[in-house]
C-alpha cells in the first residue's frame, strides 16, 4: 500500500534451530542480487563456515564478511572466554563505525545475541546500536535467546525451531550444507 | 567422528514463519561457495523473488533457479488452482528428471510442501522422488505444514516460526529483504 512507511527494517532470527544464521546469508544473497551492499559481521569466533567465506570472495565487493578476534594477546585475559570477549567486542566497535558510516544497506550483526547472553558484550551497548540505525538500513541480528528488549525493537522476529536434527543420527556434518 | 556416515542430506524448513526458503537460498549459496551445482525447483508460480533471480543469474552457470508453470492453456482447468496445479507438476517433473540425472549436489523443491498441502501434486510422488535420490545428492524441501511422512524421511527439520511481523505494523514489504 502506498501509504505504508519506507524503512529499513530490524529483523531478528532466534531459536535453538538451525537457520538463523543461514537466513540472514539468503537475505544477504537477495539483497547482493538488487544492487544493495551489504556487511556480515561475525560477533562469535570461529562462527564462519569456509563455504559462506569463499562465496563472499566470489561476490566481493558488495557482499563482505568480516570476521574478528585479530589481536588478541593471551596475557590480557588469559582464557578462551577472553579471547571471545575481544571479538565480540571488535565485532562491536566495527558495528558502531559501519552502522554510522551509512555506506552499507544491509548490516548482519551474526550471533551477536549470543554474544549478548553469554555477557561477552552488554545489552545497553546493542540497544543504543539500533537506536543510531540509519533510517533505510536494514539491520539483521542472530543468535540464540534473543532478549526481550531486543523483540521489543525489532520489527521481524524468527524462531528457528529444531524439530530433527542429523547430528543425534550419526551423520557427520556435510561440506556445503554444515559448513 | 570418522565412523559417521557420509550421505546428502533430505533437509526440511517448515512452519509459519519468514525464512524458509531464505535459508534454503542460503544454504545453496555456502554450496556455490564450495563449488557444488545447485538448482532451485518452484513448485509454485509467483513464489520467487526477484533479488533471487538478479542473484541467481549473476552466480550462473552453477546456480540455477527455474521458474515453472508456462505453457498453460486456459481452457485445460480454467481456474487460478488449475494454473498453479499445472506449475506445480512441471516442477515435479522437473524435479525428477534432474533428481535423476545426478548433475547437481544440492536441489531446492522449493514451497513442494505447500503444493502438497493444497493437492496441487500428490505426496505419495514426492516420497518416491525421496527414494529415487542419488546417495551424495543434498535435497532441501520447503513450505508450511509438513507432513509426518516427510518428517520421518528428512535427516534435518527446522520449524521457522513467526514471532513479530512488520506487515502487521504497517511496514511495506522491502526491497532486497522480502523480494
Redesign the interface.
Known amino acids: 500500500?502506498s501509504?505504508?512507511?519506507?524503512?529499513?527494517?530490524i529483523?531478528?532470527?532466534?531459536?535453538n534451530?538451525?537457520?538463523k544464521?543461514?537466513?540472514?546469508?539468503?537475505?544477504?544473497?537477495?539483497?547482493?542480487?538488487?544492487?544493495?551492499k551489504v556487511l556480515i559481521l561475525q560477533f562469535i569466533k570461529g562462527g564462519w563456515?569456509?563455504?559462506?567465506?569463499?562465496?563472499?570472495r566470489?561476490l566481493a565487493p558488495d557482499f563482505e564478511i568480516r570476521q574478528m578476534g585479530e589481536g588478541f594477546i593471551k596475557g590480557e585475559d588469559d582464557s578462551s572466554l577472553g579471547e571471545h570477549r575481544h571479538a565480540a567486542r571488535q565485532a562491536l566497535e566495527t558495528a558502531r563505525k559501519e552502522i554510522a558510516s551509512d555506506r552499507y544497506?544491509?548490516i548482519i550483526l551474526d550471533e551477536v545475541l549470543y554474544a549478548i547472553y553469554y555477557g561477552l558484550i552488554k545489552l545497553d551497548d546493542v540497544l543504543e546500536l539500533l537506536g543510531q540505525k540509519p533510517e533505510k538500513l536494514?539491520l539483521v541480528l542472530t543468535g540464540r535467546n534473543a532478549p526481550p528488549q531486543i523483540?521489543e525493537r525489532?520489527?521481524?522476529?524468527?524462531?528457528?525451531?529444531?524439530?530433527?536434527?542429523?547430528f543425534t543420527?550419526?551423520?557427520?556434518a556435510?561440506?556445503?550444507?554444515e559448513?
Open positions: 500500500m501509504t505504508a512507511k519506507r524503512k529499513g527494517l529483523l531478528v532470527n532466534t531459536g534451530g538451525k537457520g544464521t543461514t537466513a540472514a546469508l539468503g537475505m544477504a544473497l537477495r539483497a547482493w542480487g538488487q544492487g544493495m563456515k569456509y563455504g559462506e567465506l569463499k562465496a563472499a566470489k544497506d544491509l536494514h523483540i525489532a520489527d521481524l522476529v524468527t524462531e528457528m525451531r529444531e524439530v530433527k536434527h542429523p543420527q550419526g551423520i557427520a556435510q561440506k556445503g550444507i559448513y
